[in-house]
């Protein structure tokens, strides 16, 4: 794959004083970032009663191997019996969930600041 297409996944985290553990992605959601991001991820949404945020804002691109690490940390989240929301999803991929069938699967927030007032 050519580096013209494809942007450098990123991840960082940071902790809410309410406990919420806010993750921000960015760049494209492919299988790269499955590699590269997955364990972190793993790492993150597992536990007891995980309550994670996933910041969509800064990511550029989402195929199907991005949905499934999605999906993925959804099911560890639920597994834990915690909480997952997606803040800030475009349109594009609201879009994909939706023709994924997978609309009514994530809690979808506006931003992650939205946490704070739950």
Known sequence: MDDKHTRSA????????DGTTVVTLGGDLDLLAVIAL????DDLTCGPRPDVVLDLRPVTFVDCCGLGLLCRARGRVLAGGGRL??????????????????????????????????
Do not use: K, M, N
């Open 10 to 17: 990123t991840l960082r985290t940071a902790r809410t004083d």
């Open 85 to 118: 929301r997606l803040a800030g999803p475009g349109a594009g991929f609201t879009r994909l969930l939706r023709h994924a069938g997978l609309a009514g699967a994530f809690e979808v927030i506006p931003q992650p600041a939205a946490t704070a007032a739950r």
């Open 38 to 41: 997955g364990p972190a991820l």
